[in-house]
Each structure stands twice: as structure tokens, then as C-alpha cells.
């Protein structure tokens, strides 16, 4: 099925560029180049993947991305930033971002990254529609495989694409120690050269969602100088 990208960005030359690729790769792929445009574009063409970088006119890329988040739980986000600070990074991706790119970028690697993105969602799919265990309980969470849900005491939980694919990751293998690369090469399905502090922001914001107190969390545990583990109450 042909894959549809919205890529925002003012940039006339990484507009180009990025379409081109992705167009050769087989992608239907609309443009906008200020943030209003974009979020009208995401309502009218419904994409599988928006590209978005972080400094736009009208509405800049995190105020997009967190209305986007709002509306749209499941839409993936790759962000674009020609910032190199790690303030701006982590800030896209606790408003809802999956991925983020630095400026400048080979065509390789934004390619790399979009089909990642892509073979992530179709794997959950897939799994979802082929497992036998379609949901998992644990104490109040009941995380929904099939029917892409999760409820916390009965109450549903809005989760991004890539944190409900984290969380049932950490959920598939409860009890076991799983280390920043091994969550980065099973979640976001290539290396990251060392940059997990992705993998630490998604958890972090997973635990604002599931947990009933973060900074006490039950679900989700740190194993200093390791990674997490997924646990259950001790009563459960």
C-alpha cells in the first residue's frame, strides 16, 4: 500500500530533497511550509507519517506536533531540527515526536529512518493481528494488542505510536533488565550511535501516562547504570 508523507518545512531545498527521496521510494508525499498550513494538511490527508521540523512560520514545529498529539494519537512524527542543543530535541519528543533528525542529513539516512518507522508500524500490525494474546493484564493496566488501547484503572490512556510499541515491549518481557540499546534496536529498530537519550524521555513520559506516581513508578523500573524493567504491583 503507497504511504503517505506530509513533510513541513520552509526550506525550499530540503523540501526537494526529501520529497524527492521519498517519492523514488514509492511515497505519496504532500508539502506545507508554515505550521497553520500543515495542520490543515493533516486533517485533509490523513498521512501515515508527518516529517516536521521544528522551526516554521505562523506556528512553529513543537506547537504543530503537540496539536497534532492532541488530535491524532497515532499519526507517526519524524522531527526535523537544525538546532543541535539537547533541550530542543528532548522538548519535540515529550510533546509527541517519535524520532528526530539533525540538520544536515543524508538522503540515506532519512530514508533509513522513514522505512524504520514504517516496518515498526507494520510489524505492530502484524503482531496484533496474528497473536494469540491480545491483551495483557497487569494490575490496572490493560494494554489492548488488537484494539491499540490502553486503559489504567478503566480509563483510557492516550499513548503515542512509539510509547504504546515501548510499553509492550517492556510488557512482553517483564521481569528481565533490558538495556538502552536493546530497547533502541527492538523499538526504534536501528542504532542510534549511542544516543539513548531517547529511549530515557519516552520512558519518562510513559510514566507520566501509566504510572499513578512517576517519580515512585510500579510498572516501569530503573535499574541504575542498565536500563528498565517492567514489573507489576507486589499484591498483583
Not at 521540523?53 to 514545529?61: C, I, Q, T, W
Amino acid at each position: 500500500m503507497e504511504k503517505r508523507v506530509l513533510v513541513v518545512d520552509d526550506e525550499p531545498s530540503i523540501v526537494k530533497l526529501v520529497q524527492f527521496n521519498l517519492e523514488k521510494e514509492g511515497c505519496k508525499v504532500g508539502v506545507a511550509s508554515d505550521g497553520e498550513t500543515a495542520l490543515q494538511m493533516v486533517k485533509e490527508m490523513k498521512p501515515d507519517l508527518l516529517v516536521l521540523d521544528l522551526m516554521l512560520p505562523k506556528v512553529d514545529g513543537l506547537e504543530v506536533c503537540k496539536q497534532v498529539r492532541r488530535e491524532n494519537h497515532h499519526l507517526p512524527i519524524l522531527m526535523l531540527t537544525a538546532k543541535t542543543e539537547e533541550f530542543d530535541k528532548v522538548l519535540g519528543l515529550e510533546l509527541g515526536a517519535d524520532d528526530y533528525m539533525t540538520k544536515p542529513f543524508s538522503p540515506r539516512e532519512l530514508v533509513a529512518r522513514v522505512k524504520a518507522i514504517f516496518r515498526r508500524v507494520d510489524v505492530s500490525k502484524d503482531q496484533a493481528a496474528h497473536e494469540k494474546q491480545t491483551a495483557m493484564e497487569v494490575g490496572d493496566l490493560v494494554i489492548d494488542v488488537e484494539g491499540y488501547e490502553v486503559l489504567r484503572g478503566g480509563k483510557s490512556v492516550d499513548l503515542t505510536p512509539k510509547e504504546f510499541e515501548l510499553l509492550i515491549y517492556l510488557a512482553n518481557h517483564r521481569g528481565r533488565v533490558l538495556s538502552r540499546d536493546q530497547l533502541l534496536n527492538a523499538v526504534w529498530d536501528y542504532d542510534y550511535i549511542g544516543d539513548t537519550r531517547i529511549v530515557d524521555v519516552h520512558v519518562s513520559h510513559l510514566r507520566e501516562k501509566v504510572e499513578e506516581d512517576s517519580r515512585n513508578p510500579v510498572y516501569i523500573k530503573t535499574v541504575r547504570g542498565i536500563g528498565y524493567k517492567f514489573e507489576g504491583p507486589k499484591h498483583s
